[in-house]
C-alpha cells in the first residue's frame, strides 16, 4: 500500500469517531511527507528541531507541525514562529521559555501536559501530582502566549495489552479531572493525545481523540531525512 492509500484508510477509520491523525514524519524525506500531504494530510509531527526546521521551508505553508519529541529549552526559538502545537510539555521552565517566544513572536502557541504514565525511566513527562502542582502555581498563572489544550501520553513499551490499556484509562481519567479541576470553563481544553502505531487501537478505546502514527502511514523502512 502506498503512503496515500495508508492516509485515506486512516482518515476515513480515525475522522468517522472524532479522533485526529497526526502524521509522525521524522526521518522521512519531504518527498515521503509531501505524498501524504497531497492525499490530504495536514498535521505532521516531529522529535528533532533541527529536521523539523530543515523541512519547514520546503512544504507547503498550511502544514500544521507539531513537535512531539523531548524539547530542550534552547531550541524553542527555533520553532516557535511557525509551530502549531508543542506536545512535549514536562517542566514549567519549558512553558516559560515557549511563552517568552511566543511572545517575541506575537503568537499564542497551543501545547499539551506530556505526562509520565509508563512503566518504563527513559520516558519523559510530568508525574500527575507535578502536572497539577504546575497548574496550581502563580508561575503557570503568569504565563498569557502559551494555551495548554490537552494532555499526551506514551504507554510502556510492551505487548502486554491490559497494562497498556490500564495506563491510556489513568490518563484519560486524569485528563477529565484536570478539565473539571482547572480548565472547566475552556472549550479548547479538549485534547487527549494517546496512542502510537503499535497500539493506537487500544488508546482509542480508551479515550484518546489524537493518535501519532508514523510507521503505519510510511512503513517501516528508515530513510535519511533530506
Known sequence: M???DNIRNLKKETEQIGVTLLAVSKTKPITDIQEAYDAGQRLFGENIVQEL?????????????HIIGHLQTNKVKYI?????????VDSIKLLQEINKHAAKANRVIDCLLQVYIADEETKFGLGFDEAIEMLRSEEFAALRNIRIRGLMGIATNTDNEKQIKEEYYELKTFFDGVKTSFFRKDETFDTVSMGMSSDYKLAIEQGSNMVRLGSTIFGNRAKKAV
Open 53 to 65: 526546521v530543515e523541512k519547514q521551508p520546503q512544504l507547503p505553508a498550511d502544514i500544521e507541525w
Open 80 to 88: 516557535a514562529p511557525f509551530i502549531s502545537m508543542i506536545q512535549s
Open 2 to 4: 502506498s503512503i496515500a
